[in-house]
Nanobody, 114 residues
Framework: QVRFVESGGGLVQPGGSLKLSCVAS????????MDWYRQVPGNQRELVAQ???????TYIESVRGRFTISRDNTKRTLYLQMDNLKPDDTAIYYC????????WGQGTQVTVSS
């Protein structure tokens, strides 16, 4: 069982940037494909971006060109650079592996508002 701790969220104005981090509890991290999700209270969790073990990224259409997913296996850390943020990006952001670990982290709140 690998556990994750997310950080880096905050309040930002539309058009601003944030960089999220997700630290894994185990070096198994380097063998795992990793995902960023987001969830608005009352809605289902949405997969936002994925990165393979070999660092190949994929994104949902609404964030492509604005978000960049990356990883540093030496630090057991997953990142999500978010630029040109929009109010619709407001959510709690979570990371998890593929396959999904049963225990989710606490997430990090991102609020985009003027």
């Amino acid at each position: 069982q690998v556990r994750f701790v997310e950080s880096g969220g905050g309040l930002v104005q539309p058009g601003g940037s944030l960089k999220l981090s997700c630290v894994a509890s185990s070096n198994i991290f380097r063998l795992l494909a990793m995902d960023w999700y987001r969830q608005v209270p009352g809605n289902q969790r949405e997969l936002v971006a994925q990165i393979s073990e070999g660092s190949y990224p994929t994104y949902i259409e609404s964030v492509r060109g604005r978000f960049t997913i990356s990883r540093d296996n030496t630090k057991r850390t997953l990142y999500l650079q978010m630029d040109n943020l929009k109010p619709d990006d407001t959510a709690i952001y979570y990371c998890n592996s593929k396959p999904v670990q049963e225990q989710w982290g606490q997430g990090t709140q991102v609020t985009v508002s003027s």
